[in-house]
Nanobody, 124 residues
Framework: VQLQASGGGLVQAGGSLRLSCAAS???????MGWFRRAPGKEREFVAA????????FYQDSVKGRVTISRDNAKNTVYLQMNDLKPEDTAAYYC???????????????????WGQGTLVTVSS
């Protein structure tokens, strides 16, 4: 499975962006996640969604501003980000976990496949 993230860009604080992650293979049975890495910081969990889309999970700092969704027919996962803040500036990576869901969606080492990252820059 190869993942291709897109949709990043430069936006002013308070603005919105929609990131997309398109998979080359079928990912309908995979848990999908978004992570980010800001300059000089460790990679951190942003959001995850189970295979059916029935459950979603978010980092506390993005709750209420970010929505993860998926279209299994298109093998694509989305990250809608609203009310962006300068501290959201980071490279955003999508990831896929093909294993049976165990609730460890926030751990990067649970994911077997990673996209190349798309850069989000939020100006103040």
């Amino acid at each position: 499975v190869q993942l291709q993230a897109s949709g990043g860009g430069l936006v002013q604080a308070g603005g919105s962006l929609r990131l997309s992650c398109a998979a080359s293979g079928r990912t309908s049975m995979y848990t999908m996640g978004w992570f980010r890495r800001a300059p000089g910081k460790e990679r951190e969990f942003v959001a995850a969604i189970t295979s059916s889309g029935g459950s979603t999970f978010y980092q506390d700092s993005v709750k209420g501003r970010v929505t993860i969704s998926r279209d299994n027919a298109k093998n694509t996962v989305y990250l809608q980000m609203n009310d962006l803040k300068p501290e959201d500036t980071a490279a955003y990576y999508c990831a896929a976990d093909p294993k049976l869901y165990r609730g460890l969606y926030y751990l990067p080492n649970q994911y077997d496949y990673w996209g190349q990252g798309t850069l989000v820059t939020v100006s103040s």
